[in-house]
């Protein structure tokens, strides 16, 4: 985040319940992450106050301009209670095993946002792809 929006500090972190990371359709790197619905999941989540510029930049950098994810927005539950936030939701089918570059880019990012240790280590055993 600190390349792709400069201009837009984190504010903090919080858990997105219901929801679970997975992931879907086909990136460069193989099936890129989303979010979908379950019940029995919750996911760690990093909220940054978005400048107008950095979230125009942002939706170019995740495709959401061209449709490959749609923006909605979900609550968050922060110390103090909830909070909505925007989340990028993929547009395409669920499946397929992320790239060991992608599971690692995302381990390492929750635990640099402060994830617990548990919740860190789940990230990194999940099954991926060596390519």
């Known amino acids: 985040m600190a390349v792709r929006c400069p201009h837009?500090?984190?504010r903090g972190t919080g858990w997105l319940a219901g929801w679970r990371l997975t992931f879907g359709g086909e990136g460069w790197d193989g099936p890129v992450p989303t979010l979908v619905e379950d019940p029995d999941s919750q996911v760690f989540v990093a909220l940054?106050?978005?400048?107008?510029?950095d979230e125009a930049a942002l939706d170019t950098w995740e495709?959401?301009?061209?449709?490959?994810?749609?923006?909605?927005?979900?609550?968050?539950?922060i110390r103090g209670g909830l909070e909505r936030a925007?989340?990028?939701i993929l547009n395409d089918f669920e499946g397929g095993l992320p790239s060991a570059r992608t599971v690692g880019l995302i381990a390492d990012s929750a635990e640099a946002a402060g994830a617990p240790d548990d919740y860190v280590e789940s990230l990194r055993m999940r099954?991926?792809?060596?390519g």
Do not use: H, I, M, Q
């Not at 940054?48 to 510029?53: K, M, V, W």
């Open 8 to 10: 837009s500090p984190r």
């Open 48 to 53: 940054y106050d978005l400048t107008p510029t």
């Open 63 to 77: 495709s959401a301009d061209s449709g490959l994810y749609r923006k909605v927005k979900l609550s968050v539950t």
């Open 86 to 88: 925007w989340v990028y």
């Open 127 to 130: 099954p991926c792809s060596s």
